[in-house]
């Protein structure tokens, strides 16, 4: 019995230093995003910049309002999504699962087209909000009505998967519909969008997805041995008295809203939702205790590694940033599940 204590303490002490690491890690990855990006700040002035010393006054700006909320969103943007995708993969037991299975990022994606071929925005909001607004609006109303029709068909994660799958395929045929009546301008505003990208991040934005974030993360941690029984099986789990049916409904309301925070200001991201609670399994296992920290700070360290490639992979040229996350992702994703199969 001792040994097994100590097995079990040693094993606490290893995966509170894996995500020790992880922090640093994205910490890091932060202050390489601030450093790089055509202005060719050094880290010296970038880190005199926000400790608030004495620099020009084009430094200052650089880097509090062109580089930071960049840079700040990319990790919020990260942790957001990867923690949607750990929740998402526990609650319908699919390892494939992610914010795109249930159909919330393609909503997003016609709620954004609706605004900018249409015009059709929220009365009275100011242009500037209109497109995240309506992508917000459609990702929130398309996680409602799953929720509707898994509750009609027992809810459910096979029921919910098809009904996600099925309304994945319907806002991406809206889509294709709102694309092939657009204007070529509207249309090619469209398609850089649907790419995503950090370029047009200003401080209002990183508030939102940041409050969210603080919001979610705090009923995430409190469900998580909940989630760590249901990864043992739904009978397993209501045995030890979890309400596995409202466990799934408050777990995939929160992956909605995050999502749909995280979508709407940045545009369709793929791959981090998948990836980052991957990786964080095959590092600290199934506790989720360790394992949604794991999952938040490692979708935060892929997306700001990916914020800085997509300044640095074409000199001049700021690459859309869902393009880069599959980029710098699959290798890691793949070589992550070729040591675990080794293992």
């Given at each position: 019995?001792n040994?097994?204590?100590?097995s079990?303490h ?11 690491v992880?922090?640093l ?17 050094p ?5 005199r910049a ?9 430094t200052q700006?650089i ?18 999504l990867a923690?949607?995708?750990?929740e998402?993969q526990t609650v319908l037991?699919?390892?494939l699962a992610?914010?795109f ?7 997003a994606?016609l ?18 909000w ?8 459609f990702a929130?109303?398309?996680?409602m009505l799953?929720?509707?029709l898994g ?6 994660p ?19 519909l709102?694309q092939?009546v657009?204007?070529?301008d509207?249309?090619q505003?469209?398609v850089?969008?649907s790419?995503g990208s950090?370029?047009?991040?200003q ?7 940041a409050?969210?974030?603080?919001l ?12 760590t ?8 789990a ?8 409202a466990?799934?409904?408050w777990?995939?309301l929160?992956?909605?809203v995050?999502s ?21 399994r095959?590092?600290?296992g ?6 949604l920290?794991a999952?938040i ?7 700001s ?9 074409v ?8 393009l880069v996350?599959?980029l710098?992702?699959?290798?890691i994703?793949f ?7 080794r293992?």
């Open positions: 019995m040994d097994i204590l100590a079990y040693a094993q606490g002490r290893r995966h509170a230093a894996l995500v020790a992880l922090a890690a994205a910490l890091a990855a932060l202050v390489l995003d601030l450093t790089t990006g055509p202005a060719g700040l880290l010296g002035e970038t880190l926000l400790a608030g010393a004495e620099v020009s006054r084009g700006v880097v509090w309002d062109v580089r930071l909320p960049v840079a700040v969103m990319a990790l919020l943007v990260g942790a957001a923690l949607a995708g750990a998402m037991e699919n390892p992610e914010p299975t249930l159909g919330v990022s393609a909503s994606a709620g954004a087209a609706v605004a900018i071929v249409l015009g059709l925005t929220v009365p009275g909001l100011p242009p500037v209109a497109v995240s607004a309506n992508a917000f609006i929130v109303g398309a996680l799953l929720q509707l509750r009609l068909r027992g809810g459910g096979e029921v919910l998967i098809l009904f996600g799958v099925a309304l994945n395929f319907t806002a991406a045929a809206l889509l294709s709102v092939f657009a204007s070529a509207a249309l505003q469209l850089f969008w790419m950090l370029a047009a991040t401080w209002p934005g990183v508030a939102m997805v409050v969210v974030l603080a979610a993360v705090p009923f995430s941690f409190r469900a998580a041995w909940k989630l029984a249901l990864r043992l099986g739904e009978d397993q209501q045995s030890f008295g979890v309400d596995v049916t466990l799934r409904r777990t995939l929160r992956v909605g995050l749909a925070a995280a979508v709407s200001m940045v545009g369709v991201i793929g791959f981090v939702g998948l990836a980052g609670p991957h990786i964080a095959l590092l600290v199934e506790n989720h205790r360790v394992f920290p999952s700070l490692t979708g935060a360290l892929v997306m590694l990916a914020s800085t490639l997509s300044k640095t992979i000199p001049g040229v700021l690459l859309p940033i869902g996350t599959s710098i992702g699959l290798p994703f070589a992550l599940i070729l040591r675990g199969r293992r």
